[in-house]
């Protein structure tokens, strides 16, 4: 069963704008991960936030957590055009697992030159 | 290291037919993971290797589904007879440790249409 579930579906804005897409749990993790998949291409990492972390940077990505919500956003600031691909959020598959995780079903991000 | 590595790209078969999915891990990793994506299903795990003992394949959907991993090098993901409903994009991952905590690395996918 999918864990994350990532919210808009679908987000289209202009370069520049920044772009912010949510992710939502149903169970404790130890970590959330954040993939980028371009279109026809496998998924690349972009970070990993532990579960005793509140926010995380890397570059113009911003990513916060709240576990008391079961939630997290991914921030795309100054978003380009190349930043189009679709966003997926990764957890912990099972409570107390940790050698898998589940995938949620993508917030597809559409960057208008 | 040239990533993971799939093979072939896309593979088009008519229904009934045996389809083989290959794979190479990135050297020295010790987890392999074999995902399925649909539109309608997501990406899905259908079964992960550690230090190539299958350790969870409660993923596969159904018995015409196998996979193996021979050595450290190279997976096999196995369709026998295929069907229409397989049609998907199949992809290899692999990873240093746990992939909660570790990140995974993706293969290209091999783009499956079972006629």
């Known amino acids: 069963s999918q864990q994350g579930e990532e919210d808009p579906q679908a987000l289209s804005i202009q370069e520049g704008e920044n772009a912010t897409m949510n992710c939502s749990y149903k169970?404790?993790?130890?970590?959330l991960q954040w993939y980028r998949q371009n279109s026809g291409r496998g998924l690349v990492h972009l970070i990993l936030?532990?579960?005793?972390?509140r926010e995380k940077h890397s570059g113009r990505l911003r990513v916060t957590l709240d576990t008391s919500k079961k939630s997290s956003s991914l921030l795309i600031t100054a978003s380009r055009a190349a930043d189009t691909a679709s966003y997926f959020c990764?957890?912990?598959?099972?409570?107390?697992?940790?050698?898998?995780?589940?995938f949620g079903i993508g917030t597809k991000l559409q960057v208008i030159p | 290291d040239a990533g993971v590595i799939q093979s072939p790209r896309h593979e088009v078969t008519e229904m009934g037919q045996e389809v083989t999915l290959r794979c190479k891990p990135i050297?020295?990793?010790?987890?392999l993971f074999w995902y399925r994506q649909t539109m309608m299903r997501g990406l899905e795990l259908l079964i992960y290797?550690?230090?190539?003992?299958?350790?969870?394949d409660s993923g596969m959907p159904e018995d015409r589904f196998s996979a193996k991993m021979p050595n450290a090098s190279f997976s096999t993901l196995k369709i026998q007879p295929s069907e229409p409903r397989d049609s998907a994009v199949y992809f290899c991952?692999?990873?240093?440790?746990?992939?909660?905590?570790?990140?995974?690395?993706f293969g290209p996918g091999t783009r499956l249409t079972v006629l």
């Open positions: 290797f550690n230090n190539n003992v299958p350790i969870d």
């Open positions: 169970t404790s993790i130890n970590n």
């Open positions: 050297s020295g990793h010790d987890y």
């Open positions: 990764a957890t912990d598959a099972d409570p107390g697992g940790y050698q898998k995780v589940t």
């Open positions: 991952a692999s990873s240093l440790g746990a992939s909660s905590y570790n990140e995974q690395f």
């Open positions: 936030i532990r579960s005793n972390e």
